[in-house]
């Protein structure tokens, strides 16, 4: 069974650094594509970043949103089974319960099956 724990939530002054990990508990991690969401209570989950395994397919092998781009940037550590979500000059629009997931498929694009619980980001103004 598939699990992914989130770690390194919590809260931040506006402008700081924070880094978001994945840990994958199986070979999931080192053969499949991974990714980040953000979800705000009363609003949809966001696609915020993905990255592929080193021998995915996808041009480009990484994925990050518009809203983050510049200040967000996602890595993995296959040796570790980790994946990790760099944040930088956050915003308070930042604020949200960031999810890992994972894929049954070496491209980061398309359905998510796999899921963490979820950890919480609070970005002061």
């Known amino acids: 069974q598939v699990q992914l724990v989130e770690s390194g939530g919590g809260s931040v002054q506006a402008g700081g650094p924070l880094r978001l990990s994945c840990t994958a508990s199986t070979r999931i991690c080192r053969s499949n594509a991974m990714g980040w969401f953000r979800q705000v209570p009363g609003k949809e989950r966001e696609f915020i970043a993905a990255i592929g395994p080193p021998d995915t397919s996808d041009d480009p092998s990484t994925y990050v949103a518009a809203s983050v ?7 993995r550590d296959n040796a570790k089974g980790t994946v990790d979500l760099r944040m930088n000059r956050l915003k308070p629009e930042d604020t949200a319960v960031y999810y890992c997931a994972a894929r049954n498929d070496s491209s980061w694009r398309g359905l998510y099956q796999y899921w963490g619980q979820g950890t919480q980001v609070t970005v002061s103004a």
């Not at 781009?69 to 890595?75: L, V, Y």
């Open 69 to 75: 781009k510049g200040r967000f940037t996602i890595s």
